[in-house]
């Protein structure tokens, strides 16, 4: 098996490539549908574009997870370098918009983030916390697992994680109305998406917490 910083090296080349091909299909989305400008209220796309465009974005998890399978036999590390993946993929995505648009003009800007199962939307910076947050995460725990720690986190620590990770994503899909109806959505619900983060960050920190309890004590 490789050794570890060079797995990340390559997992974080990958996820920089394939970020580029998708802001680079985005790119020519935008110049069919958008000539004048991206901007809320949405275009709808017709009922074949649509399926398509769901079709993709669920390609691009399989490829994730397919790349996340291959670099690891252990189920901890193949979640935690899909997790890495995925959060640098998504960091790049919007850099090489804004290399290729100069768009988005403001992390406050809005944009549709997902289509499945509803459209996901809410302002460009949203995503970028949780991908920060996610690569902090994994990187902190992928050393614990090289060192040889064994991840296991108390039942309190996983539900609040999985509450935490749920806030988030109805954070996103609470509006999801407005898309199809072509309207201008309500204002994001910041306070909804931050109990969801702090929900997430006890939950790391707390089980990472308890790890290094438990390390600090083991007997020499």
Do not use: N
Not at 47 to 66: P, Q
């Amino acid at each position: 098996m490789q050794r570890l910083p060079r797995r990340l090296l390559w997992l974080t080349v990958y996820a920089v490539a394939m970020a580029y091909l998708e802001s680079a299909v985005v790119v020519y989305l935008r110049a069919i549908y958008y000539p004048d400008g991206f901007a809320f209220p949405l275009v709808l796309l017709d009922s074949g574009m649509s399926a398509i465009e769901i079709g993709r974005e669920a390609a691009t998890l399989v490829m994730l997870l397919g790349v996340a399978m291959v670099m690891s036999d252990d189920r901890w590390e193949r979640f935690l370098f899909f997790c890495l993946g995925f959060a640098v993929w998504d960091i790049f995505y919007y850099v090489w918009l804004w290399v290729f648009l100069d768009w988005p003009p403001s992390l406050l800007t809005w944009d549709i983030l997902f289509l499945i199962p509803v459209p996901w939307i809410g302002p460009v910076l949203a995503p970028l916390i949780i991908s920060v947050a996610l690569i902090v995460g994994s990187l902190l725990l992928l050393r614990l697992r090289h060192r040889g720690i064994p991840l296991r986190f108390p039942a309190w620590s996983w539900g609040l994680a999985v509450a935490g990770g749920g806030i988030v994503l109805v954070s996103f899909m609470l509006d999801f109305r407005a898309v199809l109806a072509q309207v201008a959505p309500p204002s994001f619900r910041w306070w909804l998406f931050a109990l969801g983060v702090i929900c997430g960050v006890i939950a790391l920190a707390g089980g990472v917490s308890r790890l290094s309890t438990g390390l600090a004590t083991k007997p020499s």
